[in-house]
């Protein structure tokens, strides 16, 4: 079996076509904007290709449902996992039911619902993230956003079963670091991840908002850059042009890591898994080593018309 901190063979592979130089200047930018594409696949519209038999909770048994967040029991692969993720909204309606994809303290409590439902259950759990952070608003805070956030983090890192987190869009803030203490953590090849989006690193650095551009070539947030850093454990290809060319080609090698990456992680003991995922996050700002040929194999995968993994 494959060194368990590194994720199987096949990730290594499709992998290698990132690990490169690293993505900078106006790429960074043009990359933030195909994550944040408005016809990229959501939590449910991944949900509803890799498992349609799937039931959601509402509610966090305290104030409220928060619809930013969809979080249930689906059977992959004839297996019932958890399954989590922030869902943005198709059309204007629709977003504002969703807030955009910003969660208050409810949509994590609801989240940290299902943790504890898989925990007793022993069912996989896999977050999918896709938000801009969560919601900053003051009623948010006075209901305990901060509290709920680390909360949520403290219990992913707890839970027996295995956990795989996938940045599938914008991956930023504490709105998706609450969703990411996971076995794997994977980014989908157009996705973005950081501590912070452009628009408010912009805003806490210059006062500025309007100088987001600035902010991300600073902190470059792409999929490319995150798996050199250590941050993420694998990217997943999409297909030519972006997730939101193919969906269905997008969600299938998503479902080729994941059924592999379970595997792999249920031949683990609960101790190893616990070890493995704490372990994780302590390296993480750890330089990566990547193979010498890293450029000849980033240039090879360019010149695929498929953009898919081998």
């Not at 960074?28 to 944040?36: N, P």
């Not at 016809?39 to 909770?57: A, K, S, W």
């Not at 090698?253 to 372990?279: H, K």
């Not at 090879?300 to 898919?308: H, I, L, V, Y």
């Amino acid at each position: 079996m494959s060194s368990p901190t590194r994720g199987p063979r096949f990730v290594r592979r499709i992998t290698q076509r990132f690990a490169g130089p690293e993505v900078e200047g106006g790429d960074v930018w043009d990359a933030i904007q195909l994550a944040r594409h408005q016809d990229r696949p959501y939590p449910l519209d991944y949900i509803g290709m890799l498992m349609p038999d799937f039931e959601e909770i509402h509610g966090d048994r305290l104030h409220g449902d928060d619809a930013a967040i969809v979080a249930g029991i689906g059977r992959y692969h004839d297996r019932p996992v958890a399954v989590i993720g922030h869902q943005k909204g198709r059309d204007a309606k629709d977003r504002a039911y969703r807030n955009f994809g910003m969660p208050g303290p409810e949509g994590y409590r609801k989240g940290m619902r299902l943790m504890e439902l898989a925990a007793k259950m022993r069912l996989p759990f896999i977050a999918l993230i896709d938000t801009p952070g969560a919601f900053p608003g003051a009623d948010a805070e006075e209901r305990g956003q901060g509290g709920a956030i680390a909360r949520s983090m403290l219990t992913m890192l707890r839970l027996p079963a295995p956990t795989v987190a996938v940045v599938i869009g914008e991956g930023s803030s504490g709105g998706a670091l609450a969703l990411g203490v996971a076995d794997r953590v994977v980014m989908l090849e157009n996705s973005t991840y950081s501590v912070i989006s452009p628009e408010g690193g912009a805003a806490i650095l210059w006062r500025d908002a309007g100088k987001a551009k600035l902010a991300a070539q600073a902190f470059k947030p792409t999929a490319a850059n995150c798996y050199r850093w250590g941050v993420a454990d694998a990217v997943v290809p999409e297909p030519h042009g972006g997730a939101h060319t193919n969906p269905e080609e997008a969600a299938r090698q998503l479902d080729v890591y994941l059924t592999r990456t379970l595997r792999e992680l249920d031949a683990l003991s609960v101790a190893d898994r616990r070890r493995i995922r704490r372990d994780r996050f302590r390296r993480i700002g750890a330089q990566r080593e990547l193979p010498p040929d890293s450029s000849a194999l980033m240039a090879q995968s360019a010149e695929s018309p498929s953009g898919g993994a081998a």
